[in-house]
């Protein structure tokens, strides 16, 4: 691999895109020459259609975005991912999530096989009751505390599912370290039937580690009694040595490995708190799900991969078309929470300026994802994307049943507000009354039609995104799997604590934050 603006592909692809950047390019006139545009500019992979024709693609497009992925060594870089090499070479570590869902009869790690038995068996124990709570109350209440992927990957595919809750426990998300989160979420809950899951890969996240004190605090002030915590704490953690200094009872720690990386991480004991709402059956789907998405995209030949040719079309806006920003607009309530993790997927994997060798790239890398749920997107930011000045390419994702019974109708009328909406985008109104109702038109969308929202088909859905984010860092040669951005941030911010904590002066810190830390201590003395 190397930087990809040397490969010959992408030479080509320069020389190419400027047939697309013609005045009188117009997208839907792409479908005019043939009539099954559809069948050459569509993937299905079981109940997952991708339709990719409303794309500025025509064969000669796809054959240079092809040959740009083999330039950049595509088929090498997936093998070696399955193989277990340490692809996250800053780290020196795997990055094996796929391991976490390989079918118990054909895995290698034992240690993940032994972990989801112990998810079923403490599963059971607690939506059965019999994983009681101090003086015998049944457990009704489970709070998550974990921040980035030890919440969002949980919290997303919990409330995506809920339909498929079996109700025994509700499950509450504590994030923020604004004390307002936990706070607010404790209000209705009773400590003798609440179980604090702490989820930490490191255990020594600031943000989990305060809320966890809080929790603990709370509970004990409560039932007075140390003991208490023992069956009210339950840790997922690769620092189980931490986990256990907390107070957490080693029984209860679950384990997590070097080579699951925290946004990769629902698949594995972070996971819990789905299975304790949908089951560990349902659990189990999801993971099924996503295995199979990871054998489509172990195998598909690359212009028939799903993942591959997701991430292609983005590698071709972004590189040659000015694209700053990508939208993804689930028309599903249930996956309301779906920008928001793949926000951390996508720019915590993709927002890197140097290449795996750590030399300054000098081309975009991954550009912001952003988003939110249709129909509701439409009469908020739909307008900039209908006649504002970005070029941003969209990603619609709905679901050809509705998630509920006996709304087939309305249902119905959500695809349609989905479908008319790429469909505007890319026709526009080029021959208004007046030029405020002039609409360029021209914005490319792929739609992802799922059969239904259920645990399998969300687990190939995440498992499809995760496969798109690798793609792209090996064809920009950026390593996906590592985060020092976030570092700095972290080590800044017990600085900045410290001082505030501090009487007197601030001293070693920049003139705004001294002025901002006197600031509030005069509003808060
Ligand atoms: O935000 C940085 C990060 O390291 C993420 O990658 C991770 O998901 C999150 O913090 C939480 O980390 P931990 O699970 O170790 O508490």
Redesign the pocket.
């Known amino acids: 691999m190397n930087n990809p603006t040397d490969t010959s592909a992408w030479k080509a692809l320069l020389a190419h895109s400027k047939e697309f950047k013609q005045r009188d390019f117009r997208l839907s006139e792409l479908f005019h020459g043939s009539n099954n545009r559809f069948d050459s500019f569509s993937l299905r992979h079981e109940n997952l259609l991708l339709d990719y024709s409303r794309n500025y693609l025509n064969d000669a497009t796809k054959k240079l975005l092809i040959d740009l992925a083999h330039q950049q060594q595509l088929p090498q870089a997936i093998a070696a991912m399955f193989a277990g090499k340490a692809i996250n070479n800053s780290e020196q570590r795997a990055a094996l999530h796929v391991a976490l869902r390989e079918p118990g009869e054909s895995s290698e790690h034992g240690e993940v096989i032994d972990t989801l038995a112990r998810m079923e068996k403490f599963v059971n124990r607690v939506q059965a009751g019999s994983w009681s709570g101090f003086d015998s109350n049944r457990i009704t209440d489970v709070v998550n505390i ?5 919440d969002l990957g949980p919290a997303l595919v919990t409330d995506a599912l809920s339909a498929f809750a079996t109700g025994q426990v509700k499950l509450h998300f504590v994030s923020n370290i604004d004390p307002s989160h936990i706070a607010t979420t404790l209000l209705d809950l009773q400590p003798e039937s609440t179980l604090f899951i702490i ?7 600031e943000e ?1 580690q305060r809320n966890a004190v809080a929790a603990r605090k709370w509970l004990l002030s409560k039932l007075e009694d140390e003991k208490a915590t023992s069956n009210h704490f339950v840790a997922i953690t690769k620092n189980s040595a931490a986990a256990t200094n907390f107070g957490i009872d080693p029984k209860n720690i679950f384990p997590l490995w070097d080579w699951v ?3 990769y ?1 629902l698949w594995s004991a972070i996971g819990l708190p789905i299975a304790l709402a949908i089951g560990m059956d349902n659990f189990r789907q999801l993971l099924a799900g996503a295995h199979s998405m990871d054998q489509h995209f172990k195998n598909a030949d690359l212009a028939d991969n799903m993942p591959v040719m997701m991430a292609l079309i983005t590698i071709w806006y972004r590189g040659f078309f000015d694209c700053h920003s990508t939208a993804v607009v689930p028309y599903s309530q249930g996956l309301k929470l779906l920008p928001a993790y793949l926000q ?1 997927l996508y720019m ?1 994997s993709l927002g890197k300026s140097v290449d795996v060798n750590g030399v300054a790239v000098g081309f975009d890398t991954g550009e912001v994802l952003w988003g939110g749920v249709g129909s509701d997107g439409q009469h908020s930011y739909f307008q900039l994307l209908h006649q504002g000045s970005d070029f941003i390419p969209v990603d619609f994702i709905a679901f050809a049943t509705a998630a509920v019974a006996d709304a087939q109708t309305q249902h119905r009328a959500l695809l349609a507000n989905c479908f008319s909406q790429s469909l505007a985008l890319m026709a526009g109104e080029t021959d208004p009354e007046s030029p405020h109702q002039y609409i360029a038109g021209n914005k490319p969308s792929n739609t992802l039609l799922l059969s239904a929202l259920t645990p399998y088909n969300l687990g190939s859905l995440i498992a499809l995104f995760e496969h798109k984010v690798y793609v792209q860092s090996v064809i920009w040669n950026i390593n996906a799997f590592d ?1 020092w951005g ?1 570092e700095l941030g972290k080590r800044l911010s017990r600085q900045v604590f410290d001082a505030l904590e501090a009487p007197g002066e601030p001293s070693g810190l920049d003139d705004s934050t001294t002025s901002l830390i006197k600031k509030v201590r005069e509003w808060n003395p």
């Open positions: 974990g921040i980035g992927g030890s989820a930490s890969k490191s255990f020594c996240t989990t990386g925290g946004r991480s951390q915590e985060q976030v």
